[in-house]
């Protein structure tokens, strides 16, 4: 799959599914912007892109903050002149459960980054996708499918709100020639669980997970380019489940 001259931009690209993704599209040719807001972890992500000869843009930005995705989008038309592909990959877990006294907070918190910040950067972009005819990846989860005896409620919310986000922008861009398309891994080896302050790895918590297998990022960023490659140019509004068959339980 060859993204020769495609401008890709990627948020959450510091670390994990983002940054892998950000590699392995350099990889493949493209120039990719990064966007993250850890600035040392991102230029570790930069550094591994720049390997491939190609151009990159590292943007140190929290798109929580209207002004921050506004910029994110400008400078990468300013440096590219243009927009191919979009992955939507910012996110963060939190935990509440109904009875929590900081349900709201934490659900105002998660809802933010994982939702609004999203269709904001989709908003924004969106004009520029209709331009190149070109395609979003938003990063779900299979916790908007299932629910959870943790107090998890706010992450799953968030998680099948954008599951039903992607299949309405889909329906309102395909007339432009813009596919929309998510994907929903199961356990994933990234650091969101030390980024919400859990003092276990992926690989340390008892999943019932048929294949007995937890997916390393690199899983995540193949079907990442397999959706945004012409190879899938008949794909639209889809939810890509990869998850070890976590949902058979």
Known sequence: MSFAN???????????????????FAKEGANVVIVGRNEVKLQQVADECAATGKEYLSIKAD???????KKV??????????????INNAGMIGFANIL????LSVYDTVMNLNVRAQVHMTHLAAPHLIKTKGNIINI????????FKEPMICYA?????????TRNVARELAPHGVRVNSISPGPVRTDILSNAGVPKTMDEINYEIP??????????ADLILFLASDKAKAITGSDYVTDNGSLLR
């Open 6 to 24: 495609k401008v890709v931009l990627i948020t959450g690209a510091s670390s994990g599914i983002g940054a892998t993704t950000a590699i392995s």
């Open 63 to 69: 798109i929580t903050k209207d002004e921050d995705a």
């Open 73 to 86: 989008i400008n400078d990468t038309v300013e440096k590219f002149g243009q927009i191919d592909v979009v």
């Open 100 to 103: 929590s006294d900081n349900v």
């Open 140 to 147: 779900s989860s299979i916790a908007g499918k299932v629910t």
């Open 157 to 165: 919310i968030s998680k099948a709100a954008v599951d039903h986000f």
């Open 211 to 220: 294949l007995g297998r937890i997916s390393d990022p690199n899983e995540i």
